[in-house]
């Protein structure tokens, strides 16, 4: 069964032209990877996963407020075929399919045998190579933070003068991380978690729990 797509304005072209920022474009010889000059695109809606049925746009909060992409991220439009000595997938079909982020962190955490990463770096003509390994248990714990820290988990530690530079962390605040030298922060952390809070643009300084916080 194929479905009709509806088109939105090309977001890409629009930018370009609203911002005008390489006025003499020649858009013959550069055009836009995103709708081919045709100032039309897809509606990011319609890209969907076929695991959970969602989008597979990703909707983030960046410090100018909630910006959705409109980039298919994740497995999207992969491909899979049957050949003879198949027996799960049959001879000769194409399957294709759409997997979002959301669902394809599902299926990691599901494998017996858990994904390889590696960090990637840039090789000398600026092409992507596979870097140093990366261990999957301290990927997870990254991503399980992150949600936590979404969830309010971060806030409520920091509310309850607990260390927020790990999930759970049990230990009282000691610190708090102030960005540029002097931009207050809800960052604390205990003596262990100390490293996991410097940073170059960053600076401790002894705890200031949500009380003191309006003296600032
Ligand atoms: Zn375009
Ligand atoms: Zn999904
Ligand atoms: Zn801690």
Redesign the pocket.
């Known amino acids: 069964m194929k479905k009709e797509h509806t088109y939105v304005e090309c977001t890409g072209c629009k930018w370009q032209l609203e911002q005008n920022i390489v006025p003499d474009r020649d858009w013959e010889k550069t055009p836009c990877p995103k709708c081919k000059n045709t100032r039309l695109m897809i509606d990011p809606k319609e890209y969907l ?1 076929n ?2 049925g ?1 989008g597979m746009c990703p909707n983030i909060t960046v410090p100018s407020g909630k910006w959705s992409s409109d980039v298919p991220h994740g497995l999207f439009e992969s491909s899979v075929t049957g050949g003879y000595e198949s027996y799960h997938l049959m001879d000769m079909t194409k399957y294709t399919f759409s ?2 982020e ?2 394809l962190r599902e299926l990691f955490i599901k494998c017996k045998i858990p994904p390889k990463l590696n960090d990637l770096g840039f090789s000398a003509n600026f092409e992507y190579v596979d870097g140093e390994e990366r261990d999957w248990k301290d990927e997870l714990e990254s991503y399980e933070y992150r949600i936590w820290k979404d969830a309010g988990g971060h806030h409520e530690a920091y509310m309850n003068k607990k260390c927020n530079a790990k999930k759970d962390c049990p230990s009282r605040a000691v610190y708090t991380k102030l960005y540029n030298d002097h931009d207050f922060t809800e960052d604390c952390c205990c003596e262990k978690h100390k490293p996991l809070r410097q940073y170059a643009n960053s600076k401790l300084v002894k705890f200031i729990p949500n009380v003191l916080k309006t003296f600032l």
Do not use: A, H, T
């Open positions: 996963c695991m959970c969602e997997f979002c959301k669902c």
